[in-house]
């Protein structure tokens, strides 16, 4: 290894991964049981000091080497996976000095590796973008032909299928530059900076499980992945290529987000976590605005890209923290935080520091529609993700911030006509008023009231949508209305002779809407309306039975169904074609 062709992967791969071995044994803690005679007059030395010596001269002849080899993934895990072994052995025998080496070792050889490591990579990388850029000014040059010809243009499949993908992507917009347009998908994929991320956030992972939260331990390992991918974005940049991308997301950003939060959730799962003990999502968080803010680092298209970021900020969050709350409630459910109860620097900070950040994200996303109208571009999120995102910011908030999303998703959803965005925002906004009731008891006390007002309001506004024309938004203010007038009846009202007369407005509402409006699915479902009141009424309201009770429920329904029936007549020619 120390002689032979310097890009012989497969020399370096073996040799490191012999090298390993003996360590692995002695990392095993087994005692010779047979030992050779006349040893005495050999020196004893130190085996880790020994082992971290050894390791360094061979990382010191491979490393320079790196660059020319032209498959560099598996010698450099080897190179990865000696460093492991060698920090094992370090710590697992105490050895200060031998710690410190081992881990500066496994730092700069990562380091260099990032910045040094991958020439033939990018030189391939580079190959592939000039062959593009020809095929482009090609591509120019024939359209300017045919234009002076006047003869009909030949269709370019690769064009065609590049415009196709930029309309997939959400970190890329329509363009007229060709040169842009083919160089869509050439990136340069980071093969020691993935591998690298990987090893460093799994270690993270299984030490969480292992000994619980340790936010110093989130530090090091963000503050090490942050070094890691400035060096791997400063390498793009510097040869004009952009890195993968995953849901908008660069690679390696998106994948130190993703394991930073697993580290955070796998901590508390272990047998050392506390859903008390918090200080890590507050490292958490800190991190990933971190790593969104570096992803926006030298992009163009900010618009474009700021509106990602965010959700890369609160989607992973949300994903971590139900994923801890339903696995034995490592973390605490959603809507039921009180932020003043605990410990200042373990409970209170972090979910103030959460809440700053999510406060950020929707007055952020406010401003970014703000600058979008202004320079005339088109809506960057569609119907169900608007009022998705905002029930995200719901779950994770314990009311300010959640209250924000919630009314900015309605305007804007009211603003690009999206009723989808409004009918998620208005659940989205009652979910926000109980997780404040938490800590802000008139809140609490309230909310029946609040949801039963409106429910009725959304019920009214149904009825209005057939005057007003506003057909658009007729089924979500039905399903909302039906959920919040149900399930907060259910809740307080459960056996009164109330539920059974609120689904009958409900019936009468959604049925004659349906009629006006031509809507099969609306009459079935004001038909349904109206036979659960009357199962329901007669099974378990007290008193229904009684002469006068049962007299004025049988003039309700025959009320109800007087009124369909005379519309129906009304309307039948327009009934039939429907």
């Not at 060709?178 to 994929?189: A, I, P």
């Not at 926000?432 to 429910?455: H, K």
């Amino acid at each position: 290894m120390l002689t032979r062709a310097w890009d012989n992967e497969n020399l370096y791969t073996s040799g490191m991964s012999m090298m390993s071995l003996p360590l692995l044994l002695a990392l095993s803690g087994r005692e010779a049981t047979r030992i050779l005679e006349l040893t005495e007059s050999l020196p004893e030395v130190d085996m880790v000091l020994v082992s971290v010596a050894c390791a360094a001269i061979v990382l010191g002849v491979y490393l320079p080497r790196a660059g020319g080899i032209e498959k560099l993934l598996n010698p450099a895990l080897a190179a990865l996976w000696l460093l492991v072994i060698v920090i094992a052995l370090s710590f697992d025998q105490g050895n200060q000095t031998a710690q410190t080496a081992s881990v500066a070792m496994f730092v700069v050889s990562s380091l260099w590796l990032v910045a040094r490591g991958e020439l033939r990579a990018e030189l391939k990388s580079v190959a592939m973008r000039d062959t593009r850029l020809e095929m482009a000014a090609k591509a120019v040059g024939d359209e300017a032909m045919f234009e002076g010809s006047g003869e009909v243009s030949m269709y370019d499949a690769r064009r065609a299928a590049m415009e196709a993908e930029r309309r997939k992507r959400r970190d890329k917009m329509g363009t007229d530059d060709l040169r842009e347009l083919y160089t869509t998908d050439v990136s340069h994929k980071p093969v020691v900076v993935t591998a690298v991320l990987l090893l460093i956030l799994g270690t993270g992972i299984i030490l969480g499980l292992l000994y619980g939260p340790n936010p110093l331990m989130l530090v090091a390992i963000g503050v090490f992945a942050t070094a890691l991918i400035v060096l791997a974005r400063h390498r793009s940049k510097s040869l004009e290529l952009d890195l993968p991308h995953i849901m908008g997301m660069e690679m390696p950003i998106a994948m130190a987000i993703g394991g930073l939060v697993a580290a955070h959730v796998a901590s508390h799962l272990g047998p050392g976590g506390s859903n008390q003990d918090l200080l890590d999502l507050a490292v958490v968080t800190v991190l990933l605005l971190e790593l969104v803010a570096i992803s926006l680092t030298g992009q163009d298209n900010l618009l474009d890209r700021i509106p990602i970021a965010l959700d890369w900020v609160v989607l992973p969050l949300l994903a971590g923290r139900m994923l801890g709350a339903i696995a034995v409630e490592a973390l605490p459910f959603p809507l039921s935080i009180d932020p003043f109860e605990g410990d200042m620097l373990e409970w209170e900070m972090p979910w103030m520091l959460l809440e700053s950040a999510l406060i950020l994200c929707v007055l952020t996303d406010v401003w970014v529609d703000r600058r979008r109208r202004a320079a005339g571009r088109e809506d960057w999120k569609n119907s169900s993700g608007r009022g998705a995102r905002s029930l995200a910011i719901v779950l994770l908030s314990f009311g300010p911030a959640g209250i924000l999303a919630v009314a900015s998703a309605i305007v804007q959803g009211w603003r690009y006509r999206q009723p989808s965005a409004v009918g998620i925002a208005i659940p989205a906004g009652l979910m926000a008023l109980f997780a404040a009731g938490n800590w802000f008891g008139p809140a609490m006390d309230v909310f029946p009231e609040v949801t039963m007002a409106t429910g009725l309001l959304l019920l009214v506004l149904c009825a209005m949508t057939v005057p007003l024309k506003g057909g658009d938004w007729t089924m979500m203010l039905a399903f909302n209305s039906h959920l919040l007038i149900i399930a907060v009846t259910v809740a307080h009202q459960a056996t009164s002779v109330l539920l059974p007369v609120l689904l009958i407005a409900l019936s009468s509402t959604v049925w004659i809407v349906g009629i006006l409006q031509l809507r099969r699915a609306l009459r079935i479902w004001g038909l349904a309306d109206l036979l659960v009141a009357i199962v329901y009424g007669l099974i378990f309201v007290e008193g229904i039975f009684e002469p006068t009770t049962l007299l004025v429920a049988l003039v309700v329904v025959a009320a109800e169904l007087g009124v369909v029936s005379w519309l129906g007549l009304r309307n039948e020619e327009q009934l039939v074609k429907d």
